[in-house]
């Protein structure tokens, strides 16, 4: 992936303020942090986002993210951590290489979180059926 501009953090084309790296993975701090210490963790191997990335590869991810996620919240002495992946354009994804999100949280009111709706039980269910009909 050429183009791709976390590819190029890992080749080291670019530069990043790299926190960790190994064999598989590389994690480095966003360059527009949501909060002190938001940390990207990315798999050295190009993919677009979660869905179409190897389990094996997944896992040394999410290792990584909570290995790094304890560092951060030592370093910056937040409180909590948000660990999140957008996935697609609809869902906010603007860099296509899979990266996972480690956002040190400091306060609850910080940041508003997503906001939640009513939903009927029926709907629930209906749809719960319709998504292990899919698995
Ligand atoms: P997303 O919207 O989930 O695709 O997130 C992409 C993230 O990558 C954003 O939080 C950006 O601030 C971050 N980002 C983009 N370019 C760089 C870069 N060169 N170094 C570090 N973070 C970056
Ligand atoms: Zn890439």
């Known amino acids: 992936m050429n183009d791709c501009i976390f590819c190029k953090i890992v080749s080291k084309e670019i530069s990043s303020?790299?926190?960790?790296e190994d064999d598989f993975t590389l994690a480095f701090l966003d360059i527009h942090p949501v909060t002190k210490g938001h940390t990207l963790v990315i798999p050295?191997?190009?993919?677009?986002?979660?869905?179409?990335?190897?389990?094996?590869?997944?896992e040394k991810v999410i290792v990584t993210s909570k290995k790094v996620g304890?560092?951060?919240l030592a370093a910056t002495k937040a409180t909590g951590l948000n660990t999140g992946s957008n996935n697609g354009e609809s869902a906010g994804q603007d860099v296509f290489h899979l990266h996972f999100h480690l956002i040190p949280r400091f306060a609850k009111k910080e940041l508003k979180a997503w906001p939640h709706h009513d939903s009927e039980p029926k709907t629930r269910a209906e749809l719960a059926m319709r998504i292990k009909e899919n698995l």
């Open 44 to 58: 050295k191997e190009h993919s677009s986002g979660i869905l179409d990335t190897e389990n094996a590869i997944l």
């Open 17 to 20: 303020d790299i926190v960790y």
């Open 70 to 72: 304890k560092a951060l």
